[in-house]
């Protein structure tokens, strides 16, 4: 699932989300935040990494 499968379909995209368009930009930094950080301790199948790396910056 993500962003570009459900963008253009306003009662999917609230169903997943529980907002509208407007106001997800608003969220989306402090998510995409959370997500770095969890990467850069966790591999992509939920392991701790043997050696933690900073997020790349963007």
Known sequence: ???????????????????DHAQFPNLLPFFEAAH?????????????RSDPHPSPEP
């Open 1 to 19: 699932m993500n962003y570009t499968d459900h963008k253009d379909n306003p009662k999917s995209f609230r169903s997943l989300t529980g907002m």
């Open 36 to 48: 770095d950080d969890y990467l850069s301790e966790h591999e992509m199948n939920g392991k701790r």
